[in-house]
Protein backbone atom coordinates (compact mmCIF):
# COMPACT_ATOMS: atom_id res chain seq x y z
CA UNK A 1 0.00 0.00 0.00
CA UNK A 2 1.21 3.41 -1.25
CA UNK A 3 1.66 5.54 2.00
CA UNK A 4 3.27 9.21 3.26
CA UNK A 5 3.44 9.82 6.70
CA UNK A 6 3.82 12.91 8.44
CA UNK A 7 5.13 13.39 11.43
CA UNK A 8 7.08 16.21 13.63
CA UNK A 9 3.58 18.74 13.88
CA UNK A 10 2.80 20.53 17.23
CA UNK A 11 2.39 23.36 19.66
CA UNK A 12 5.25 26.44 19.53
CA UNK A 13 5.64 29.55 20.60
CA UNK A 14 6.07 32.12 17.98
CA UNK A 15 9.74 32.75 16.61
CA UNK A 16 10.10 28.85 17.32
CA UNK A 17 11.18 26.28 15.24
CA UNK A 18 9.35 22.98 14.15
CA UNK A 19 10.82 20.32 11.59
CA UNK A 20 8.22 17.99 9.70
CA UNK A 21 8.94 14.92 8.05
CA UNK A 22 7.35 13.19 5.27
CA UNK A 23 8.02 9.52 5.27
CA UNK A 24 6.72 7.21 2.28
CA UNK A 25 5.79 3.06 2.59
CA UNK A 26 5.19 0.95 -0.24
CA UNK A 27 6.76 3.29 -3.04
CA UNK A 28 10.51 4.78 -3.43
CA UNK A 29 10.51 9.02 -3.49
CA UNK A 30 13.68 9.03 -5.99
CA UNK A 31 10.79 9.62 -8.78
CA UNK A 32 8.68 12.05 -7.06
CA UNK A 33 8.20 15.33 -6.25
CA UNK A 34 6.89 16.33 -2.74
CA UNK A 35 5.22 19.54 -2.40
CA UNK A 36 4.06 20.73 1.23
CA UNK A 37 0.35 21.99 1.61
CA UNK A 38 -1.21 23.44 4.42
CA UNK A 39 -4.56 25.01 5.37
CA UNK A 40 -6.14 26.44 8.22
CA UNK A 41 -9.66 26.67 9.26
CA UNK A 42 -11.86 28.36 7.34
CA UNK A 43 -9.17 29.45 4.49
CA UNK A 44 -8.09 27.66 1.44
CA UNK A 45 -5.43 24.98 1.17
CA UNK A 46 -2.09 26.51 -0.05
CA UNK A 47 0.91 25.39 -1.44
CA UNK A 48 3.83 26.20 0.70
CA UNK A 49 7.02 24.35 -0.59
CA UNK A 50 7.81 21.72 -3.17
CA UNK A 51 11.93 19.80 -3.76
CA UNK A 52 11.54 17.96 -7.25
CA UNK A 53 11.94 14.02 -7.68
CA UNK A 54 15.90 14.39 -7.39
CA UNK A 55 16.16 17.86 -4.94
CA UNK A 56 17.54 20.08 -8.21
CA UNK A 57 14.43 22.89 -7.63
CA UNK A 58 12.82 23.94 -4.56
CA UNK A 59 9.82 26.07 -4.71
CA UNK A 60 8.40 28.00 -1.75
CA UNK A 61 5.46 30.47 -0.69
CA UNK A 62 5.70 33.82 -0.93
CA UNK A 63 5.03 33.75 2.73
CA UNK A 64 7.60 31.58 3.98
CA UNK A 65 10.39 32.55 2.01
CA UNK A 66 13.10 33.00 4.08
CA UNK A 67 12.03 31.00 7.01
CA UNK A 68 11.28 27.83 5.24
CA UNK A 69 13.72 25.22 3.89
CA UNK A 70 13.07 21.71 2.54
CA UNK A 71 15.35 18.76 2.04
CA UNK A 72 15.26 15.39 1.06
CA UNK A 73 16.71 12.16 1.93
CA UNK A 74 16.22 9.42 -0.53
CA UNK A 75 18.37 6.72 1.29
CA UNK A 76 15.70 7.39 3.99
CA UNK A 77 12.53 7.50 1.42
CA UNK A 78 11.92 11.19 3.50
CA UNK A 79 11.49 14.34 2.75
CA UNK A 80 11.89 17.18 5.56
CA UNK A 81 9.90 20.99 6.11
CA UNK A 82 12.08 22.81 8.29
CA UNK A 83 10.28 25.94 9.80
CA UNK A 84 12.03 28.60 11.41
CA UNK A 85 10.73 31.98 12.88
CA UNK A 86 7.21 30.69 12.79
CA UNK A 87 4.31 32.78 13.22
CA UNK A 88 0.81 32.66 14.55
CA UNK A 89 -0.36 32.57 10.49
CA UNK A 90 1.54 29.71 9.93
CA UNK A 91 -0.88 27.68 12.00
CA UNK A 92 -2.86 24.93 9.96
CA UNK A 93 -2.73 21.31 9.12
CA UNK A 94 0.26 20.26 7.25
CA UNK A 95 0.13 17.99 4.32
CA UNK A 96 2.79 16.73 2.04
CA UNK A 97 1.36 15.09 -1.06
CA UNK A 98 3.76 13.25 -4.07
CA UNK A 99 3.98 13.71 -7.86
CA UNK A 100 6.24 12.18 -10.46
CA UNK A 101 9.14 14.46 -11.03
CA UNK A 102 8.61 17.83 -10.97
CA UNK A 103 6.52 20.26 -8.57
CA UNK A 104 3.32 21.90 -9.37
CA UNK A 105 1.70 24.30 -7.75
CA UNK A 106 -1.63 23.04 -7.97
CA UNK A 107 -2.66 20.37 -5.60
CA UNK A 108 -4.70 18.33 -7.79
CA UNK A 109 -1.82 17.52 -9.49
CA UNK A 110 -0.45 15.52 -6.96
CA UNK A 111 -1.81 11.75 -6.72
CA UNK A 112 -0.52 10.75 -2.90
CA UNK A 113 -1.31 12.57 0.08
CA UNK A 114 -0.50 12.27 3.65
CA UNK A 115 -2.87 12.58 6.41
CA UNK A 116 -2.01 15.96 7.74
CA UNK A 117 0.07 17.39 10.85
CA UNK A 118 -1.03 20.03 13.05
CA UNK A 119 1.01 23.02 13.24
CA UNK A 120 -0.12 25.34 15.91
CA UNK A 121 1.71 28.75 16.95
CA UNK A 122 0.84 30.21 19.47
CA UNK A 123 2.19 32.19 23.05
Known amino acids: QLQLVESGGGLVQPGGSLRLSCAASGFTLDDYAIGWFRQAPGKEREGVSCISSRGVSAYFADSVKGRFTISRDNAKNTVYLQMNSLKPEDTAVYYC????????????????WGQGTQVTVSS
Open 97 to 112: AGKAYSCNNSGSRYGY
